[in-house]
């Protein structure tokens, strides 16, 4: 349920990527070419992106095939496209090409769905990090829907309320190596980050933050499963 959803967009559906991270042989690789055919299958309304897709510049051109065709399909980059992380084997990319793929750095675009206007909003994960980027001066306010795009989670305690309908994250992993513990896991990074998968009710918007597909510094999770995720958007207090 999101409030305020205008019945014209009840049912709307949104398959949410994230975290792809091509580049090195891993088994993300083969997760994130299922999950892709999987998207093309549902033919959904809208496919979004939140960053980290590539770890080395040769994955460019597959990235680029990979997004081909995709339904009003809007993407941000996230930390490791700039090999700003401390994985040692991941590679900068100068500038990336997303083909028939919009990207967002900072911008925002306004798309006409059943009728009405949704607003797409992209945060370039450099300003991000300098703490320069101010995603909320770009929502629109006559919009019908406004979605917000940040490879980080936290971005969403730096918002003002109302600021978005929805906010689309990744970056976590849903942790990639957990170990079982009493309740629940407990994730090996990240320890401090509120955030990590799933959706989450806060002032600002709807949080929804992605497991992601691929993998980073070594090839493989550990109770933590990939996921590609379908939201279907439904009218609610």
Not at 141 to 162: Q, T
Not at 184 to 192: D, F, T, V
Request: proline share 9%.
């Amino acid at each position: 349920m999101l409030p305020g959803l205008s019945p014209e967009l009840d049912g709307l559906r949104i398959v949410h990527l994230s975290d792809f991270h091509l580049g090195f042989p891993s088994r993300g690789t083969r997760t994130v070419n299922r999950a892709i055919d999987w998207t093309r299958t549902l033919e959904p309304d809208f496919v979004l992106v939140t960053g980290d897709l590539l770890s080395h510049p040769r994955a460019e051109p597959r990235l680029r095939e990979l997004l081909e065709g995709l339904p009003c399909c809007f993407a941000v980059l996230g930390n490791h496209d700039f090999a700003r992380s401390r994985d040692p084997f991941s590679r900068p990319v100068e500038s990336v090409d997303l083909g028939s793929a919009t990207l967002l750095a900072d911008q925002s675009q306004t798309v006409e769905c059943r009728g009405t206007a949704v607003q797409v909003v992209g945060v370039d994960p450099r300003s991000y990090a300098a703490r320069e980027s101010r995603p909320e001066e770009l929502a629109d306010p006559l919009a019908a829907l406004r979605i917000l795009l940040c490879h980080f989670p936290g971005v969403i305690d730096r918002l003002p309320p109302g600021a978005f309908d929805l906010v689309l994250a990744g970056h976590m992993h849903a942790g990639q190596i957990c170990l079982p513990w009493p309740g629940g896991k407990l994730r090996l990074a990240h320890l401090s980050w509120r955030y990590v998968e799933g959706l989450y009710r806060r002032p600002a918007g709807m949080l929804h933050v992605s497991p992601g597909l691929g993998t980073t510094f070594v090839p493989f999770r550990f109770l933590a499963r990939p996921e590609a995720t379908e939201l279907v958007l439904h009218c609610g207090p």
